[in-house]
């Protein structure tokens, strides 16, 4: 591909979005002599921050539908990794064989650096940060990108092949460069683990697995694919050298030093140290990167210690299991925010860490009912309270609170019952607690 095959081409790109991705390929499109047309769901007014980025540009933009008639004038239609595959509209692109592409698909096809992609249900973000920040150290060229909310496009002309590209890639990702036909093969692939997600995007697990798996399809021999150890049985059809990682730090890694907290961030730090290894990382960088890595926004992040309470910011949590790995981060039981919409996933494993593992939940968003009933019935004592909003959640945890407790929100659902996504959910509860007196 070159970047000059976009000039005077009819190009649609579905899903503007928030995060970065849209506004990117958008940019990078129009630099490139595309004739653009935005679509999405969103109104006008939702999408300000992005279109205030896109101001100087000719653009025609759609907002609130997808009308099938504009596919007449597309001769490519560039997908948001946020929308449904399934969709009537892309159905309908499918069909007339109009081609269909991404912003990480077109990035990937420019790209001349060497790529470490990592995905997995959860710990991609950390994973490939700490990945990112031990290159760092280590003095290579090295950028990160992929499903963090930022697009790499207008970066290319930094990247050599000497250059390290590491990149987080989520299952919807995957799934374009599927539909595109893309043979993504990175020279080092991670999958940090694999449980029950986003199953109202997928018909079942064994469908959401598959899309997780495919990041190994393309990979050869001379490739790395690295999974704990427990799943290298998954790699059966790889044709990658296979390195498992375990669930423990290394010998070398003093616990006591380490900055992020819980048994799953030990895993975390495991497969980034595997990937150290392979690329041989100076073991005295690595870990000295590893002891410094202070962990990412919205994962159990430490806010405040006010009146004696703790309050940790977990907004990333947006499944069950995520967030019974937070609760289990704490040695005492903590007073727990959650609730949200929640993603076709069985509530059961929740409910049950509430009910034997915290000093009570302070439940919000669509699901709050449905988790009060099923952890009430778990420990009928437990203090379970259905709050109307964010803000009266925390202003309920902290009047019970007592001296060395901690108030932890990790909603184990999604956000966009109530705020546009995880982050700024995060954002909102940093904003709660910092104005706490």
Not at 231 to 239: D, E, G
Request: charged share 25%; with cysteine; proline share 5%.
């Amino acid at each position: 591909m070159d970047p000059q095959d976009f000039n005077e081409k009819r190009v649609l790109v579905m899903g503007l979005g928030l995060s970065g991705g849209g506004v990117g390929v958008v940019k990078f499109l129009a630099k490139n002599g595309a004739r653009l047309m935005v679509m999405d769901l969103k109104t006008r007014r939702e999408l300000a921050p992005a279109l205030e980025e896109l101001k100087d540009l000719v653009v025609k933009y759609i907002f609130g539908k997808n009308p099938l008639r504009v596919l007449k004038k597309t001769d490519l239609l560039i997908v948001n990794p946020a929308v449904d595959l399934r969709s009537k509209f892309v159905m309908a692109a499918r069909k007339k064989k109009i081609p269909i592409d991404s912003e990480l698909g077109i990035f990937l096809k420019l790209c001349p650096a060497k790529l470490v992609a990592v995905t997995g249900t959860k710990g991609k973000s950390t994973v490939s940060r700490l990945i990112y920040e031990t290159l760092k150290s280590a003095g290579r060229h090295v950028f990160w990108g992929g499903n963090i909310g930022i697009s790499l496009l207008d970066r290319l002309h930094e990247m050599t092949p000497d250059s390290y590209v590491v990149l987080e890639i989520s299952s919807f990702q995957l799934d374009l460069f599927r539909q595109s036909n893309l043979a993504f093969a990175p020279h080092i692939a991670v999958l940090t683990n694999i449980f029950p997600d986003h199953l109202d995007r997928y018909n079942s697990f064994h469908d959401y697995k598959e899309s997780k798996l495919s990041l190994f399809t393309h990979q050869t021999r001379h490739d790395y694919a690295v999974v704990p150890s427990a799943l290298r049985r998954i790699l059966k059809k790889t044709k990658s050298r296979p390195i498992g990682f375990q669930p423990t730090l290394p010998g070398f890694i003093p616990q006591e030093r380490i900055k992020i907290i819980g048994d799953h961030n030990k895993e975390n730090i495991s497969a980034a140290l595997a990937v150290a290894r392979i690329l041989k990382i100076d073991p005295a960088v690595a870990r000295r990167t590893v002891i410094e890595f202070g962990g990412l926004e919205h994962r159990l992040e430490f806010l405040r210690y006010i009146r004696g309470v703790r309050f940790y910011n977990d907004s990333a949590s947006t499944t069950p299991t995520s967030t019974v790995y937070a609760i289990q981060s704490f040695k005492r039981p903590v007073l727990l925010i959650a609730g949200g919409l929640n993603k076709g996933l069985p509530l059961t494993e929740l409910a049950r860490a509430i009910a034997k593992k915290t000093k009570g939940a302070y439940l919000v968003g669509k699901n709050a009912n449905e988790i009060k009933r099923m952890a009430k019935r778990l420990n009928p004592t437990l203090h379970l309270e259905h709050c109307d909003s964010l803000r009266q959640a925390v202003k309920n945890a902290f009047k019970a609170a007592d001296i060395d407790d901690t108030i932890l929100l990790s909603p184990g659902c999604a956000s966009f019952d109530m705020f546009a996504n995880a982050k700024e959910r995060g954002k909102e509860f940093k904003r709660i607690v910092e104005n706490l007196k």
